[in-house]
């Protein structure tokens, strides 16, 4: 189907003033009485909309036994309802010259269309079917149980990186569903039940946990009216239950060793940090760019440059609704000592704690930040992504325009105050894969 997984929320900073105050006044946002939140912007510059749904359900809300369970509801959604058969939806799309995708991450699952104006109705209907009438027609079903396997083998089991993610992942955190990967376990993809997928989706896929964001080519009074007739009838469902699972403190350094068929050896190192909503995220999510992002970044500096071990260094923070990870992934050089580059890990690591980092490399980080916000924020699909994502992690869109000063508030103090509670032996989980018949 070629939706892949995605993990990555749109994150940064912009010019307000310029900016901000000009696009937040044009949107409106409202509320059906079924619950379902919407929130409308008029761009019309070229004549196309993009329509985006997000449902407040990922692998965050699953249980063992349902792993990978949103991702397949994902696929099964361009699978028919009980009005149009399998593969219409995209038939539908094609004819009137549109496109869509989607993807599931740990804290939602979005539906993405771009099509022409004059495809709004026909749109709209599309997608408030599909929010209800879902079919899972049994021998679909078992077609698309196939293809989710074999992406998962495709995907995580043939892959050298991400099976070391899974199982460092799956090591590190303990009771939190973020325990597990979104395509979920391999057992589970091969047994869930048929009532178990549309109970499921009964309970996550309701007008009162979603939220609908319009940006485009229409009228406003155009856009509500055809949201009431097609939304509207949609009956509320239950309050999904809440996430109560507090993922509890590490206590000591964990270690994780894969041996596998590979060409070169693989290190990673993660550390438990805070969500989205506290202070702490932001320092971190800078102090990501300081040592990863570039070839002057402190670990690419060291690792690649310098020392000449690695190809590669990445990671970094994500923008999730409890605490989660910040990752060093270090793609090594054929033969390297994975214990020498762990030490300078910890060095540098070390350093940031004793030393922290400067003004000038907090203000590079910010301006990498922003470049990275400014890109697709020049679509309209950007700019719907990008609402309704801070709606559902951030908690309200309009928050969109106030992360500016959420990262301007960053200091070199404050990155060293947070690198210091994150960055102990105590809170670290390190992996290594090493080709098969290689040394620890």
Not at 178 to 187: F, K, L, R, T
Not at 262 to 273: C, E, F, I, R, S
Not at 412 to 422: L, W
């Amino acid at each position: 189907m070629g939706r892949i997984l995605v993990s990555l929320l749109l994150a940064g900073v912009f010019a307000l003033p310029v900016f901000g105050q000009s696009l937040q006044s044009r949107i409106e946002s409202y509320k059906l009485a079924n619950g379902l939140k919407v929130i409308l912007l008029e761009d019309h510059d070229i004549p196309n909309v993009a329509l985006y749904t997000f449902f407040r359900v990922g692998s965050r809300n699953e249980r063992p036994g349902l792993t990978g369970v949103s991702h397949f509801i994902e696929h099964m959604m361009f699978n028919g309802t009980a009005k149009v058969g399998p593969g219409q939806f995209d038939r539908n799309m094609e004819f009137v010259g549109g496109a869509n995708n989607a993807y599931t991450a740990q804290d939602m699952t979005a539906y993405s269309d771009w099509f022409p104006a004059a495809a709004l109705e026909k749109m709209v209907e599309m997608e408030a079917d599909r929010m209800q009438g879902a079919a899972f027609v049994p021998e679909v079903l078992e077609s698309e149980r196939g293809v989710v396997a074999s992406e998962r083998r495709m995907s995580t089991e043939n892959n050298n990186a991400a099976i070391l993610m899974e199982n460092v992942n799956a090591t590190s955190i303990m009771a939190h569903p973020y325990h597990w990967d979104v395509i979920g376990w391999m057992s589970d993809i091969l047994s869930w039940k048929r009532e178990q997928i549309q109970e499921y989706y009964k309970t996550y896929y309701a007008p009162n946990n979603a939220v609908l964001v319009l940006v485009g080519d229409f009228k406003k009074s155009t856009a509500k009216s055809l949201i009431e007739k097609y939304y509207a009838p949609i009956p509320s469902g239950k309050t999904p239950s809440a996430v109560t699972t507090v993922e509890p403190p590490q206590q000591g350094l964990k270690q994780v060793l894969v041996k596998k068929e590979a060409q070169a050896p693989l290190y990673m190192a993660v550390w438990h940090t805070p969500s989205v909503s506290l202070p702490g995220f932001y320092p971190l999510y800078l102090l990501d760019k300081i040592l990863m992002k570039g070839e002057s970044s402190r670990l690419y500096r060291r690792l690649v440059r310098e020392e000449r071990i690695a190809l590669d260094v990445s990671g970094g923070i994500q923008e999730t609704l409890d605490p989660y990870l910040f990752t060093v992934f270090v793609e090594a050089v054929p033969g390297a000592d994975l214990g020498k580059i762990d030490r300078i890990v910890e060095e540098e690591m070390g350093k940031v704690v004793r030393e922290g980092v400067t003004e000038k490399e907090v203000q590079k980080a910010i301006n990498m930040v922003q470049n990275d916000f400014y890109k697709p924020l020049q679509t309209i699909a950007g700019l719907a992504n990008a609402l309704g994502q801070a709606e559902l992690v951030n908690g309200d869109y309009q928050k969109l325009f106030s992360l500016m000063e959420s990262y301007k508030a960053v200091t070199p103090d404050s990155i060293k105050a947070i690198s210091s509670q994150t960055f102990t032996l105590n809170n670290k989980t390190v992996g290594n894969l090493v080709p098969e018949g290689g040394a620890q």
